[in-house]
């Protein structure tokens, strides 16, 4: 059982930067494999960035160059920080965190609203 919590975002202006920050409760945060998640209304859930264990990441498209994700082992703590922020960045953000040994295992913060508008 693992509790995530987001904080971080808010509204922000095109072309401004947001950090968000994923608490994670397990003393065996090293093990998981982290990412954020974004919706917006009406679509679905996407990938925006991963980090492995190991820490290797992934970027969707729309966001690498801009974004960066990192992880913290000894904070227990994973951040996006969001550069050059586009309106279509606005989104519902999600931390999570995937268990990959011999099963899968996600579990998911409750989200923080990101806002880019003038």
């Known amino acids: 059982q693992v509790q995530l919590v987001e904080s971080g975002g808010g509204l922000v202006q095109p072309g401004g930067s947001l950090r968000l920050s994923c608490a994670a409760s397990?003393?065996?945060?090293?093990?998981?494999?982290m990412g954020w998640y974004r919706q917006a209304p009406g679509k679905q859930r996407e990938l925006v960035a991963a980090?492995?264990?190991?820490?290797?990441?992934n970027y969707a498209g729309a966001v690498k160059g801009r974004f960066t994700i990192s992880r913290d082992n000894a904070k227990n703590t994973v951040y996006l920080q969001m550069n050059s922020l586009k309106p279509e960045d606005t989104a519902v953000y999600y931390c999570?965190?995937?268990?990959?040994?011999?099963?899968?295992?996600?579990?998911w913060g409750q989200g923080t609203q990101v806002t880019v508008s003038s």
């Open positions: 999570n965190a995937r268990w990959v040994r011999f099963t899968t295992i996600d579990y």
């Open positions: 397990t003393t065996i945060f090293s093990a998981y494999t």
């Open positions: 980090i492995t264990s190991g820490g290797s990441t």
